[in-house]
């Protein structure tokens, strides 16, 4: 008889752990709903998710892989809020489940995801990352579906006399490529798990793949009884992930997420958590698995701690404008070589004006966000997506620390300005600098003209936001190495500071 020292009840883990999974899953919803960025709310929950804890800090990867030799892929089962989003898919249905064969295309899809990390591509890796597609499809997807229900009902009760229960939320504008690719993407998935349980688990996730290098033979597992075992097959129908043999009574720990759902559908108890010997483990190839698990974690650590190669450089010309990235980035190169495009900092930014960019980062940064001015402007009062973002791509910043960092530079062509073009007074641009770096000079009979002073400029695109010409006078161009404005002293200290969204009389 195998001495199997057993856990809780079957039946209370199993609780505990759908507990523990649902509360991160709605968690991580509220937190790209409504709580990314804010000072309260947000958690750390992002932070404890699996690539961006790998980008943000350089034992992140190792840590994982510990865990992973210890509890298998427990960070699966409970950490993880697309494994829930899919198990409860499958749940739904309940449909009878069967030992599938283990997919090979999971480890080309982690040595590709880390050859392209390792160049300098984080697309595979943003596309594959359980936290950031879980990030888009809740930003893209239940985001704006959850904006237009609270505005449709606040406009209810304001009809009925009802005040200050529900306040309008200012909706951003949805770009089209980015709400159809996520909305195909989820489609898919639901789809697939609806019939198969986890299948991105399974077959596609590197995380999960990641993870199961070390799960072989995990020290706390699910394992047969073979005393107790009847060979009913219950626990095999009810595997999300495929990877349970009633007639082999093997349990594969490297695809095993820890759900427990064998253990609590088993009626004689042949199922239990336990510690279990190293004998015990499916340990075919281990000697191999091991050691691309150590290169998988040795790649990851390295690339979260390779020193930035970012040349300052600026546009070479007018045309040609580097997009600015978000404040606390510190340079192009940091920005694209940690950002997941988990959109936290989207959702966080009250303005709306950090969006995805298809193609402005290049193709080492496809969907890689951008500030947009024509919609709006960063904010003098605000350092929200600083906050928001989990994986060192924007690193947090103090609020008067913010206020110093030059993102981008003011460019000011005269010949479309309207003060020159109409001989009508203007001036919004310099109006709506919160630094005063545009100033308006003396330029014929009364009037006066832009003039801008870089070295006090900050690019929050409040100027560009302003001008009312089209094509715009003034316009920032993005730095691809962040930089600090000189020292304000009198003139820069009474400079306006409007709202985020405030109409301009023109």
Known sequence: HRDLHSFPTRRSSDLLRSLI???????????FLSFAGEKEGGGGLPWLQAVPSALRWWAGAL?????????????CSVLCPLGTFQELLWSARKPPASYRKPSRVRYWTLGGVLAAAAAGFMFPAAFFDPYAAFGR????????????????????LEGRGVYGVLHRIAGTQLL?????????????????????????????CPVG???????????????????????????????????????????????????LRCTEACPVEGLRVGRISPEEGYVRRGALRYAFGALAAFVSAWGAQRPDRTIPASA???????????????????????????????AACPAGIIRPSLSAWGLQGIFQPELDFSKGYCQFECAACSAACPTGAILPLRLE????????????????????KYGQACGACSEHCPTQAVRMVPF????????????????????????????KAITVSGISVHGRIRELVQEGADAPVVAPLEEFPF
């Open 176 to 204: 089209p490529w980015m709400l159809w690719g996520s909305a195909f993407f989820f489609a898919l998935l639901a789809l697939w798990s609806f019939f198969k349980g986890r299948p991105f688990c399974d077959a596609l």
């Open 63 to 75: 840590l994982l892989a510990a865990s992973a030799l210890l509890a298998g892929r427990a960070y």
């Open 316 to 346: 070479a010309s007018w045309e040609e404008r580097l997009p600015v990235s978000p404040p606390g980035s510190r340079t192009h190169g940091n920005f694209s070589e940690k950002c997941v495009v988990c959109t936290a900092c989207v």
């Open 444 to 471: 014929r009979r009364n009037l006066t003209i832009p003039e801008v002073d870089t070295s006090l400029c900050l690019g929050c695109g409040a100027c560009e936001y302003a001008c009312p010409e089209t094509p």
């Open 401 to 420: 620390e913010k206020q110093k960092i030059s993102i981008g530079k003011a460019r000011f062509l005269p010949r479309n300005c309207i003060v020159r």
């Open 21 to 31: 999974s649902l509360a991160v899953l709605v968690l991580m919803t509220l937190f």
């Open 209 to 259: 793949t990641f993870l199961g290098l070390f799960s072989l033979s995990p020290v706390i597992g699910i394992r047969f009884d073979k005393e107790r075992c009847a060979g009913c097959g219950c626990c095999e129908s009810v595997c999300p992930e495929g990877c349970l043999s009633a007639t082999e009574q093997r349990v594969d720990s490297d695809r095993c997420v820890l759900c």
């Open 137 to 156: 499809g809740v930003t893209h997807l239940v985001r704006p579906l959850a904006i237009a229900g609270n505005n449709a009902a606040a406009t209810f």
